[in-house]
T-cell receptor, first 111, second 113 residues
Framework: GDSVTQMEGPVTLSEEAFLTINCTYT??????LFWYVQYPGEGLQLLLK?????DKGSNKGFEATYRKETTSFHLEKGSVQVSDSAVYFC??????????FGTGTSLTVIP | KAGVTQTPRYLIKTRGQQVTLSCSPI?????VSWYQQTPGQGLQFLFE???????NKGNFPGRFSGRQFSNSRSEMNVSTLELGDSALYLC????????????FGQGTRLTVV
């Protein structure tokens, strides 16, 4: 069935470090892929998305490229800030159906 | 433009009771989905409503139910509460059914004691 496998956390980085959070997926057809972010006590906020192979989603310095050949959608940011501390969720929608979420990766950025 | 509004934000109930949670989607959005978030199971899909009809349902027992009103507002109900129902319940709003642009509310934190 459809699923998302996400890098286990927690991840702790120093400010200005490079961030990668790995995400791979299993899905039939051509799903849309997403990264959501959850700050403490809040709901989910859409960070970026890609709807077809080779699309690159980007927002607030974060990027992820939809790689169909490796079934991956890794999240990257060149220089993290303390304000990026949150939990990040990779998700997919297989052709207009429900979201399937990864388990989430907690990121803490220390000054 | 107002976002997705979930009420109440926090709720404490006793085992065996029932609870109703409310979600008001973004104005003009007609699809509402519900998710349960727990530390052990992560985010799990409960159901999706569009035009007052349930279009999709996750793998939850019949104690979990929902409905959608003509103004697109949705409620979910959990009957005979169990300790394991303690979770953050998130509502997501989309323009139409199957639309991939979903916006989440802040959630209702339910604690069952």
């Amino acid at each position: 069935g459809d699923s998302v496998t996400q890098m286990e956390g927690p991840v702790t980085l120093s400010e200005e470090a490079f961030l990668t959070i790995n995400c791979t997926y299993t899905a039939t057809g051509y799903p849309s892929l997403f990264w959501y972010v959850q700050y403490p006590g809040e709901g989910l906020q859409l960070l970026l998305k890609a709807t077809k192979a080779d699309d690159k989603g980007s927002n607030k310095g974060f990027e992820a490229t939809y790689r169909k050949e490796t079934t991956s959608f890794h999240l990257e940011k060149g220089s993290v800030q303390v304000s990026d501390s949150a939990v990040y969720f990779c998700a997919l929608i297989p052709t207009g159906n429900q979201f399937y979420f990864g388990t989430g990766t907690s990121l803490t950025v220390i000054p | 433009k107002a976002g997705v509004t979930q009420t109440p934000r926090y709720l404490i109930k006793t085992r065996g009771q029932q609870v109703t949670l409310s979600c008001s989607p973004i104005s003009g959005h007609r699809s509402v989905s519900w998710y349960q978030q727990t530390p052990g199971q992560g985010l799990q899909f409960l159901f999706e409503y569009f035009s007052e009809t349930q279009r999709n349902k996750g793998n939850f027992p019949g104690r979990f139910s929902g409905r959608q009103f003509s103004n697109s507002r949705s409620e979910m109900n959990v009957s005979t509460l169990e300790l394991g129902d303690s979770a953050l319940y998130l509502c997501a709003s989309s323009l139409v059914f199957g639309n991939t642009e979903a916006f989440f509310g802040q959630g209702t934190r339910l604690t069952v004691v």
